[in-house]
């Protein structure tokens, strides 16, 4: 199972340089877990440069993983993964649903790059 952060689906949504990155996690749609956060992440970044009928068409590409909703447990579980590794919500919600499925969690955001199951891609010059 694979859980790609909202970093790399908008690398992906937008065929950057770095889309391969994300490409077979994405693409495996059987595997593919997708938290609602990222929805709402890749929604907002989105909407800001490209025509609504455009972001709607990359939501729907996302929507055929299999979406997670942040429930009661859920939110408990983002919290605790969010004190523990010092998280914001955001990355602490997705980290801990792909944790939740043992799925790999899939980003470029150096926050993560130490924590187990973690596929982490550095971003060029910013590793220090």
Not at 13 to 35: C, G, H, S, Y
Not at 78 to 94: F, Q, R
Not at 103 to 117: H, K, S
């Amino acid at each position: 199972m694979n859980v790609v952060d909202s970093s790399g689906w908008i690398e992906y949504l937008q065929d950057t340089d770095r889309a391969d990155l994300f490409a077979a996690a994405i693409e495996n749609r059987k595997q593919l877990l997708v938290p609602t956060i990222a929805l709402f992440e890749v929604h907002k970044v989105l909407s800001r440069s490209l025509p609504a009928d455009l972001v709607k068409r990359c939501l729907d590409v996302m929507r055929l993983g299999q979406v997670l909703d942040l429930t009661a447990p859920r939110a408990i579980a983002a919290s605790e993964a969010a004190v523990k590794h010092k998280l914001a919500m955001a990355d602490a919600a997705m980290y801990s649903m792909a944790r939740e499925f043992g799925a790999t969690f899939w980003t470029q955001d150096a926050d993560y790059r130490e924590l187990d199951g973690v596929q982490y891609c550095a971003k060029p010059g910013l590793e220090p």
